[in-house]
T-cell receptor, first 115, second 111 residues
């Protein structure tokens, strides 16, 4: 799996957009970008994933650059409950029962949302 | 609630002992993954099972083993426990879709 680089920590004011960057310059053509978060020792929670097009769901938006070497996770209106460690992971998609299904977690970005 | 359950939530035991952690995946999910999270190593993939068969191995010690049963629940067995095995152990499940759903974890403390 391609390696990802994220800033170790970021701050965001409540109600503002949180933009979390991720670099994945060695990403392969069949690898997707996934984002998970972990709130205070709870199980990691899936947020969103994408291949090359921008994606949006009820939790967040994912913007992937045209060359796919970097991406940004956007939480449009951050709340205090969004304080967590955010992980950017690159992995072959649609892995299902294949051996490519594992997730390789880095250190992630500690996002702190303050009042 | 992810739909993945893990028992027990907390486990305290002594060095040299053996413990079993249990995971029930979401209904219909065939894949089960085990991860270990320790302070110094972060979240690390241990092993994956798919429909009862071992599919992939990560950084799993020889003292650790796992299995997935016909009803798709899985157990992670940790033996000859050492202080360094103290960690959070997470189970996750998935079907053929992309995302994995994680359970709440089992916190293991080895004294």
């Amino acid at each position: 799996d391609a390696k990802t680089t994220q800033p170790p920590s970021m701050d965001c004011a409540e109600g503002r957009a949180a933009n979390l960057p991720c670099n994945h310059s060695t990403i392969s053509g069949n690898e997707y970008v996934y984002w998970y978060r972990q709130i205070h020792s709870q199980g990691p929670q899936y947020i969103i994933h994408g291949l090359k097009n921008n994606e949006t769901n009820e939790m967040a938006s994912l913007i992937i650059t045209e060359d796919r070497k970097s991406s940004t996770l956007i939480l449009p209106h951050a709340t205090l409950r969004d304080t967590a460690v955010y992980y950017c992971i690159v992995r072959v998609g649609n892995a299902g029962g294949t051996s490519y299904g594992k997730l390789t977690f880095g250190q992630g970005t500690i996002l702190t949302v303050h009042p | 609630d992810s739909g993945v359950t893990q028992t027990p939530k907390h486990l305290i035991t002594a060095t040299g002992q053996r413990v079993t952690l249990r995971c029930s995946p979401r209904s219909g999910d065939l894949s089960v993954y085990w991860y270990q999270q320790s302070l110094d190593q972060g979240l690390q993939f241990l092993i994956q099972y798919y429909n009862g068969e071992e599919r992939a191995k990560g950084n799993i010690l020889e003292r650790f083993s796992a299995q997935q049963f016909p009803d798709l629940h899985s157990e992670l067995n940790l033996s000859s426990l050492e202080l360094g095995d103290s960690a959070l152990y997470f189970c996750a499940s998935s079907d053929r879709d992309n995302e994995q759903f994680f359970g709440p974890g089992t916190r293991l403390t080895v004294l």
